[in-house]
């Protein structure tokens, strides 16, 4: 123990009067959870093939040479909806999903602070900020990794779809016109540099990615606190995939360029798998973080706009200095209520207090029966 025990203090937090009000809602079980999420992603899922029907003018830009694609990117849809539905079902998150969207479409927190949300997106989700803080080295690995991910997604997923079409009037170029739903959008030549830049996107998105990529696992293969909680399927896996659908489509560029189309089949079908795979398993894998990333924007931009409102913080019951916004406070406090969490009084002391109150009923609750 590092402080020694105060008389006057108590041993466990005193009861309190009424906590904020609980979400309200009965809990739901499990059954019934799984039956709205595959409700939830089935819609998802109709919608997504409807887009894609009336988006690619009723299939007449549709390529069926990408047909596996698109039916991965339904799986994905599928996938994402039912995951994140259950997901937002727990009390915790269901609080956090809510408080976010009360937060950005509240107009009072845009008259107060108009500027916020688009910060925190740009700082939060683009350049993700907090992860310089833990390793200059690891920032710039995962931006790498998000942009190229982010170029490829853009690129690939309106391609697949059927949305975005490059025709050439001459049937080979160098001419080309790039249209969005049939209306053309741009008009480029296939040998400037604004040309090479569209028929090499997601080549410049493999090289991003792979560099990102082969950091991550540089690192798992080397730093020992990486090492020690890892799981083959669940960090390793995700980092495989990525680099395996990148260098196979930088080899695919290769072999049209450079060997006349020595090997394209092949590895056009290794390709194709290797994307399948990954988009299926978005859903299911450590890539689900990143659907669920934008939530934590919402309770970030929460506790920022409380903050402004609410000049007086919550102060630690014992020691009174500032622990955290009242909104936020009574947020977690109704969390752990949701939860069936009866020690919800203690969101309401600071961390040093905590590990004081415990450190005395210990000593008066254990070590007590060895004397």
């Not at 998000?146 to 050439?168: D, E, H, K, Q």
């Not at 604004?194 to 990615?209: P, Q, R």
């Not at 080397?222 to 090492?227: F, H, M, S, T, V």
């Not at 970030?300 to 007086?312: A, G, I, V, W």
Request: proline content about 6%; hydrophobic content about 45%.
């Amino acid at each position: 123990m590092t402080e020694p025990p105060q008389t006057a203090e108590p041993t466990t937090p005193e009861p309190e009067a009424p906590a904020p009000v609980p979400d309200g809602r009965a809990p739901q079980t499990p059954a019934a959870v799984r039956r709205r999420a595959v409700l939830v992603g089935t819609a998802v899922s109709v919608l997504l093939i409807l887009a894609i029907v009336f988006g690619s003018r009723l299939l007449r830009d549709f390529d069926s040479a990408l047909l596996p694609y698109a039916v991965a990117t339904v799986f994905l849809a599928f996938g994402v909806a039912y995951r994140y539905t259950v997901w937002i079902s727990a009390p915790g998150a269901r609080r956090l999903f809510r408080q976010g969207w009360r937060s950005f479409f509240s107009a009072a927190n845009f008259r107060r602070a108009p500027t916020a949300l688009p910060r925190m997106i740009a700082t939060y989700l683009g350049f993700q900020k907090f992860l310089g803080a833990r390793s200059h080295a690891r920032w710039a690995a995962h931006q790498l990794l998000f942009w190229g991910c982010v170029l490829a997604a853009l690129i690939t997923f309106p391609l697949t779809w059927g949305w975005f079409t490059f025709t050439s009037s001459t049937g080979d170029g160098p001419g080309y016109e790039m249209r969005i739903w049939g209306f053309k959008v741009l008009g480029f030549d296939s040998l400037n540099i604004v040309g090479w830049l569209m028929f090499h996107g997601l080549d410049i998105a493999a090289v991003l990615v792979i560099a990102g990529a082969a950091y991550f696992l540089w690192r798992r293969m080397k730093d020992r606190g990486a090492i020690t909680g890892q799981r083959f399927a669940y960090d390793l896996i995700p980092l495989i995939a990525l680099i395996v659908i990148s260098v196979t489509g930088l080899l695919l560029t290769f072999s049209s360029i450079f060997l006349h189309g020595g090997g394209y089949e092949f590895l056009a079908i290794l390709h194709m798998v290797s994307v399948v795979f990954t988009l299926i398993y978005i859903p299911f894998g450590k890539f689900f973080h990143i659907v669920q990333r934008p939530a934590a924007v919402g309770m970030q931009l929460f506790k920022y706009t409380s903050r402004r409102k609410d000049e007086e913080l919550r102060t630690c019951r014992r020691c009174h200095e500032p622990i955290d916004t009242t909104d936020y406070v009574d947020n977690l406090r109704g969390t752990m209520k949701d939860l069936k969490l009866d020690f919800d009084a203690w969101a309401e002391y600071c961390p040093r207090c905590k590990r004081v109150l415990r450190g005395n009923a210990y000593l008066t609750h254990v070590k007590k029966g060895y004397k």
